[in-house]
């Protein structure tokens, strides 16, 4: 398996849907399936070789609870969350523009080359 760390716009994105989904991990596996394969296409684009574990659905749904962790200051999710989800977490609430941003540009960087 090959690991690639996750990166602040992928983590913005993960997150942006987690919110859209009234902040709980009831997200459908139709749009993290849709979301797995933008990050292929992103992963593509950027000359990054991955295999068929690389943001898979249960792999998104593991960081989901992590997410899940932060934001709700530890009580409930999964323990063991990277620095990455905490900054984005931060940013999502000190500049909620640049957060929007990013995620708009996500898609349309990735969701247009499809």
């Known amino acids: ?40 296409n992103r992963a ?3 000359g990054i070789h991955v295999d068929d574990k ?9 960081q989901l609870g992590c997410i899940h962790y932060v934001v709700t200051g530890g009580k409930e999710g999964m323990s063991g969350a990277s620095r990455l989800f905490y900054q984005t977490y931060d940013l999502y609430r000190d500049d909620p523009k640049l957060f929007k941003y990013i995620c708009n540009e996500f898609y349309d960087k990735y969701r247009s080359k499809m």
């Open 44 to 46: 593509t684009m950027l």
């Open 54 to 62: 690389f943001r898979n659905l249960s792999g998104m749904k593991m």
């Open 1 to 40: 398996m090959i690991r690639v760390p996750w990166e602040l716009e992928e983590a913005v994105v993960l997150m942006d849907l987690y919110f859209k989904h009234g902040s709980t991990l009831s997200i459908p596996n139709d749009e993290l399936l849709n979301l797995s394969n933008l990050y292929r």
